[in-house]
C-alpha cells in the first residue's frame, strides 16, 4: 500500500462463484485485478503476459470484509495489540478494511493521533486501518475533539466507544458538528446510572450466579435518546453493537420515519446468550452483554431485513492475565476478527438463516457504505480498488486462539468447530494473507 | 487429593445432589457432641494443613471455621487481605498459586466477588470451601440453617420457609433457596421490590411484598436477612426508620401467626431494622443454635471433603479411624 511500492502483477481469480452484493451478482465467474483495481468481472476472462492465475473454483470471490468496529491498543497497550498485529489479523478473517476505535492512551482524539494510525496502518501494508477520532477531547465527555482536522487527517467517524456520551447536549452539538464533515457520529449506547457496577445481562442468569446485572433498558435509553437527536440534528448517529429486542424495535421505527441511524450486531450477540457467563467464563464478559435467546432471534431477523445494517466484530484484545480473574474483576471484550466471518457463516448461512450473499452484504457492502469509506470497499464493479477476499465456504476448522495473529486470545468460540473461512485476502490487487 | 463423596470443592448447594446434603447434615449430627466435651478436640484432620483466606470482613464465620478446623486437629493459618492497589482477581490467581506452592490440604475462602471460590477451585489441587462469594452463595451458612430447622422442626420437607429482606444482595438467601428446596421445604421470598433479583419467581419460590403475606401464607419458619446498611445510601430503601416500620420482623406482625413461627438470622443483626430484638430475644428465636451448629455443620464438611466416610464420623471423634 506504500507509495514506493511496485504495483502488483495482474492477478486472475479464475472459476470462482462471484458475490458481489454492491451490484446484486452471484454468479460463476473469474474476476480480473490489475494496476490495484478490479479491471474485469465475468466469464472467460484472461489478463496480460505476466498475469498470475489462481484456480479458485469451489470458492466464493467476494469483495473484502469491512470491520467497523475494532480496538487495537495502539498506544498504549502494545502487549495486547498493535495497529500491525490487528491489521495482521484482520487480513487472517478475510478483512480488507477496519475502523479502530479512538479508545487508546493516549486518546485518538486530535490530527496527530489520528496521522500516526494511518501512518502505522501504511507501514504494516496489510488490512487497511482507518481511524475512528474521538467525540469528546480525551473521551471524558465535556469538549468537543476537532473533527475538522481528525477527519482531515484520515478519521472516517468519531466515537467516544467503550464509554457512552452521558451529555445529551454533547451528543446533539458532536451530531450536528459531524454533519459540516459528512461523518458519522457511532455511539455506545450504555446509561450508565442503570449499567453502574453491571458486569452481565440482568436476568435469571444473574440472579443465580450473583453477579450485577446490566438490564437492556440501559441500552434501550440510550438508542432512544440518539434516534431523538439524530432527528433533531439531521445528523448520522451509527449505534454500535446492538444487544436488545428493545433496541431493534427503536431503530427499526426510527428507519420507518427516515431518521439517519445506522446499527451495528456483533457475531458474539448473533449467536450466544448469557448462559454463556455461567461457570464465570470470563471471555463471555462483554459490554454490551451477551443477553436472552428472544434478544438473538430478533437481532438476526434485524440483520436480514436490514434493520441493522452490518456486522462488526467489537474486536477487544486482553492480555490472557487480565481475563484469569474472578468475573467481576475481569475486563469487558473478546478478540473477533479472526472469527467473525466463520462464527456468522457457520451460524447464520449453515443454520440456514441468512444466504452467503446477505451474510456478504451485511459484512463488506453494507458496512462501506454506513462509513463512506475512502477509496470504497464492499464492491467488486470494475474500477474499483481491488479489496477482494476468496472464502472457503466449506472449509472446516476449529477455533485454536494460540495460532491466532491476534496478539490476545480472548475468545469465547475456543474448540468450537466452524465452517468457512477467508483463503486469501487481496488488498489493492496486492495479497495479504493467502491460507 | 483424596476423591470425597462430594466432589474436590464445596462452593455452592445449587449444584449439590439432595442426598449429598443430607449426608452433610446427618454427618454433622455426631460433631455436635464434640464442642460440649470439656477437651474439644477430636484427631480427625490431625497432619491437614488449612487456609482460612478472608478477602472479606468475617467475625463469625472465620471464627466458626477455625474452630471446626482445630476441633479437628487441622493445623490452620488464617489470612486476611483487605484488597490493595492491584486488582482483587490479580491478587486472587497469584494467591491461589503461592498457597499451592506451600503445599497445603484445604482452603476456606470467602471474597466480594461472586464465582471466587469456584474460580480458586479450579486452579489448585487443595480442597476449596466457599465461606461467602459475592453475592453467589453461602453454602455452609445454608447448610448450619437447615440443620437448625431440622433440629426444631424435625424434618424439613414440607415446612414454610420465608427469607425475608434484602435477597438482591444476599448469598444466605441464594444458598438457602437451594438447600430448602432440594430438601423439599415450601419456600418463599419476602422484601421491597427493590431488593428481589430479577427472575426469583422462576425459582421455583413465591414471591412476598410484606411480612404480613408471609405469614397469612402460614409461614414455619422466617430467616430475616442482614440489611446492609450502605443499601440506604445506594437508594434501594428511603432509610432505615421506614424499613423497619414497614418490612421489620416485629411481634405485632407475627401475633397474625396462630402457630409459633421459628425465627432465624445468619448475623450479624441490626435490631430495630431488619429483626426486632423482642423477635431476636423471644422464645422462637433459634439465632444462637444457628451459630452452634454452624462449627458441627463446618466440622462434617472438612471432614467429609477430606475423604472422611460418614459412617465413621462417630469413631473419628474417638480417634480410631
Known amino acids: 500500500m506504500s507509495d514506493a511500492a511496485p504495483p502488483p502483477r495482474p492477478l486472475l481469480l479464475q472459476g470462482g462463484r462471484v458475490i458481489d452484493p454492491s451490484r446484486e451478482i452471484d454468479a460463476a465467474g473469474d474476476v480480473l485485478i490489475q494496476d490495484g483495481r478490479i479491471a474485469a468481472v465475468g466469464r472467460g476472462l484472461s489478463g496480460p503476459d505476466g498475469t498470475t492465475v489462481r484456480n479458485v473454483s469451489g470458492k466464493v470471490v467476494a469483495p473484502g470484509l469491512v470491520d467497523l468496529h475494532v480496538h487495537l491498543r495502539e498506544p498504549g497497550n502494545e502487549d495486547e495489540e498493535t495497529v500491525a498485529s490487528g491489521a495482521r489479523a484482520a487480513a487472517a478473517g478475510g478483512f480488507t478494511a477496519i475502523c479502530a476505535m479512538p479508545n487508546t492512551d493516549p486518546v485518538t482524539d486530535n490530527q496527530a493521533a489520528v496521522g500516526f494510525v494511518v501512518r502505522q496502518s501504511g507501514r504494516a501494508g496489510l488490512t487497511r486501518v482507518h481511524p475512528i477520532g474521538a467525540i469528546s477531547i480525551g473521551q471524558k465527555g465535556e469538549r468537543l475533539a476537532e473533527f475538522g482536522e481528525m477527519v482531515s487527517a484520515g478519521a472516517v467517524a468519531v466515537s467516544d466507544d467503550g464509554k457512552p456520551v452521558v451529555s445529551s447536549h454533547l451528543m446533539r452539538t458532536a451530531l450536528e458538528y459531524a454533519r459540516t464533515f459528512g461523518i458519522p457520529v457511532a455511539d455506545h449506547c450504555e446509561e450508565p446510572t442503570l449499567a453502574a457496577g453491571g458486569v452481565m445481562h440482568e436476568g435469571l442468569v444473574s440472579t443465580r450466579l450473583g453477579l450485577k446485572g446490566i438490564p437492556s433498558a440501559a441500552e434501550e435509553i440510550m438508542v432512544a435518546r440518539d434516534v431523538l437527536l439524530a432527528e433533531l440534528t439531521g445528523g448520522h448517529v451509527h449505534l454500535c453493537h446492538m444487544s436488545t429486542r428493545g433496541s431493534v424495535a427503536i431503530i427499526r421505527e426510527a428507519k420507518e420515519r427516515g431518521i439517519q441511524v445506522t446499527a451495528e450486531v456483533t457475531p458474539h450477540h448473533l449467536t450466544l446468550t448469557d448462559h454463556a457467563c455461567e461457570e464465570y467464563d470470563t471471555h463471555a464478559k462483554m459490554n454490551p452483554p451477551l443477553r436472552e435467546s428472544a434478544d438473538v432471534a430478533a437481532l438476526r431477523g434485524a440483520l436480514k431485513d436490514g434493520v441493522l445494517d452490518c456486522i462488526a466484530s467489537d474486536h477487544a484484545p486482553h492480555a490472557y492475565d487480565e481475563k484469569e480473574a474472578a468475573f467481576d474483576d475481569a475486563p469487558f471484550g473478546i478478540v473477533g476478527l479472526e472469527t467473525a466471518f466463520a462464527v456468522a457463516h457457520t451460524e447464520l448461512v449453515c443454520g440456514g438463516v441468512f444466504t452467503l450473499p446477505e451474510l456478504i452484504r451485511r459484512m463488506s457492502t453494507a458496512p462501506a457504505r454506513v462509513f463512506h469509506l475512502p477509496g470504497g470497499g464492499g464492491t467488486l464493479a470494475p474500477g474499483a480498488v481491488a479489496d477482494v477476499v476468496v472464502l472457503d465456504p466449506t472449509a472446516k476448522w476449529t477455533v485454536d486462539p494460540g495460532v491466532f495473529h491476534s496478539k490476545s486470545h480472548n475468545t469465547p468460540f475456543t474448540g468450537r468447530p466452524l465452517t468457512g473461512r477467508a483463503i486469501l485476502t487481496i488488498v489493492a490487487g496486492t495479497i495479504v494473507h493467502e491460507l | ?321
Open chain 2, 1 to 321: 487429593m483424596t476423591a470425597s463423596i462430594l466432589g474436590k470443592d464445596l462452593t455452592g448447594l445449587e449444584h449439590m445432589t439432595p442426598e449429598q446434603i443430607r449426608l452433610i447434615l446427618d454427618t454433622a449430627e455426631p460433631f455436635k457432641e464434640v464442642s460440649e466435651r470439656p477437651i474439644k478436640k477430636v484427631p480427625a484432620l490431625r497432619g491437614k494443613t488449612i487456609v482460612n483466606l478472608f478477602f472479606e470482613a468475617s467475625t463469625r464465620t472465620r471464627v466458626s471455621f477455625e474452630f471446626a478446623e482445630k476441633r479437628l486437629s487441622a493445623d490452620t493459618v488464617n489470612v486476611a487481605s483487605t484488597g490493595s492497589s492491584v486488582s482483587k482477581g490479580e491478587t486472587l490467581v497469584d494467591t491461589a498459586r503461592n498457597l499451592e506452592a506451600m503445599r497445603i490440604d484445604m482452603v476456606v475462602i470467602r471474597h466480594p466477588s461472586s464465582g471466587a471460590a469456584e474460580f480458586l477451585g479450579h486452579r489448585i489441587d487443595s480442597n476449596v470451601i466457599n465461606a461467602g462469594d459475592g453475592k453467589h452463595e453461602h453454602p455452609t451458612q445454608a447448610l448450619l440453617d437447615l440443620l437448625t430447622i431440622r433440629d426444631k422442626h424435625g424434618k424439613i420437607e414440607g415446612l414454610k420457609v420465608c427469607l425475608v429482606g434484602d435477597v438482591l444482595h444476599s448469598r444466605v438467601a441464594r444458598s438457602n433457596l437451594w438447600g430448602l428446596t432440594k430438601l423439599g421445604a415450601e419456600v418463599a421470598v419476602c422484601g421491597p421490590s427493590t431488593l428481589m433479583p430479577r427472575g426469583i419467581n422462576e425459582l421455583g419460590v413465591t414471591v412476598f411484598g410484606r411480612v404480613e403475606e408471609a405469614i397469612d401464607w402460614g409461614a414455619d419458619v422466617l430467616n430475616v436477612l442482614r440489611l446492609q446498611l450502605e443499601r440506604m445510601e445506594k437508594g434501594f430503601i428511603p432509610s432505615l426508620r421506614e424499613y423497619y416500620r414497614v418490612f421489620g420482623v416485629t411481634p405485632e406482625r407475627l401475633e397474625r401467626s396462630p402457630k409459633p413461627v421459628t425465627i432465624m438470622h445468619p448475623g450479624p443483626m441490626n435490631r430495630g431494622v431488619e429483626i426486632d430484638s423482642r423477635v431476636a430475644d423471644g422464645p422462637h428465636s433459634v439465632i444462637l443454635n444457628q451459630v452452634t451448629n454452624g462449627v458441627a455443620v463446618r466440622m462434617a464438611v472438612l471432614y467429609l471433603l477430606a475423604g472422611g466416610r460418614a459412617e465413621l464420623a462417630d469413631a473419628a471423634k474417638r480417634g480410631t479411624e
